[in-house]
């Protein structure tokens, strides 16, 4: 796995099985969050941006939101 920043952004570059581990993690957070009767759109954002341009991916629908 490395990381690296450039242009104000961070670079990962990880295996699939560091991927999916990533993803199951934040699957967790998000069941957590959902029992607690917390909102976990956050989460649903983070993962279709991590998951832009991956074709086997189904977007979350996410409720619009006020950022203010």
Known sequence: MSYREENDQVILTMS???YAYVTFA???ATGHM???GEKADGIFE???RLNEG???YTPY???A???D
């Open 26 to 28: 934040l699957g967790i």
């Open 16 to 18: 699939r099985d560091d």
């Open 65 to 67: 939101r006020d950022h």
């Open 54 to 56: 991956n074709p086997h």
């Open 46 to 48: 983070l993962l279709n």
């Open 61 to 63: 629908q996410v409720e």
């Open 34 to 36: 959902l029992s607690r």
